[in-house]
């Protein structure tokens, strides 16, 4: 019913910058929220940041003051600018979005969907 692309992850050196991006499409009446996750092998996914319809952001303490999340409400679309990227930083960046179904007549209407996630690795 909904579906959540990733993209523009890659290779950068340390002190580099790299944005991605997330796209949602299908049967959505609404994205309350939109966020980014990394997940390091061996490490739990954590969020990186995120963003309320309304625009309000939050920021993992590691990433305040480099990373910055942006979004398109008429788009359904979700970016997240990185910049000073560190070693650290390597993961898989997962897009995550709780959708409002449209065309729900009763019943549950609100699930979280999920990206393929999209590599990002910082070479020191």
């Known amino acids: 019913q909904v579906q959540v692309v990733e993209s523009g992850g890659g290779l950068v050196q340390a002190g580099g910058s790299l944005r991605l991006s997330c796209a949602a499409s299908?049967?959505?009446?609404?994205?309350?929220?939109m966020g980014w996750y990394h997940q390091a092998p061996g490490k739990q996914r954590e969020l990186v940041a995120s963003?309320?319809?309304?625009?309000?952001?939050n920021y993992a303490d590691s990433v305040k003051g480099r990373f910055t999340i942006s979004r398109d409400n008429a788009k359904n679309t979700v970016s997240l600018q990185m910049n000073s990227l560190k070693p650290e930083d390597t993961a898989v960046y997962y897009c995550?979005?709780?959708?409002?179904?449209?065309?729900?007549?009763?019943?549950?209407?609100?699930?979280?969907?999920w990206g393929q996630g999209t590599q990002v690795t910082v070479s020191s």
């Open positions: 995550g979005a709780d959708v409002e179904l449209s065309g729900v007549t009763y019943g549950r209407r609100m699930y979280r969907y």
């Open positions: 963003i309320q319809s309304s625009g309000t952001t």
């Open positions: 299908g049967s959505i009446s609404s994205i309350v929220f």
